[in-house]
Structure formats: structure tokens, C-alpha cells
């Protein structure tokens, strides 16, 4: 299961640098790329904003 950023993102950057596997990418608010996604939660435990959660 992939983990997905809400709209609550701020677009910090913080979460890019903590991807091993590179599956987010930037815009107005990051998106994760399911197909990518290792389900390690990496990025969800650096959110400032807790945005990123399970699917």
C-alpha cells in the first residue's frame, strides 16, 4: 500500500531527501507515485505538517 500526501502539504521539501526510492515529486503540493512507492514510511516520519499518511 503507498503512502499519499493530502493537501495539507506545504510543498517544505523535507520529504524529497528522505525517499530511497525517489517516488515524490514536486509541485504545488508533493504527490507520490504509487507504482514507485515501497511502503517504507520514511517520508511520513519527517512531515512537519503530518501530510502524509498510509492509503
Known amino acids: 500500500m503507498a503512502y499519499v500526501i493530502s493537501d495539507d502539504c506545504t510543498a517544505c521539501g523535507t520529504c524529497i531527501d528522505e525517499c530511497p526510492v ?4 514536486e509541485g504545488d503540493i508533493y504527490k ?6 515501497t511502503d517504507c514510511g520514511a517520508c511520513a516520519d519527517v ?4 501530510a502524509i499518511s498510509a492509503e
Open 22 to 25: 525517489e517516488a515524490i515529486s
Open 47 to 50: 512531515c512537519p505538517v503530518e
Open 32 to 37: 507520490i507515485d504509487p507504482e514507485t512507492c
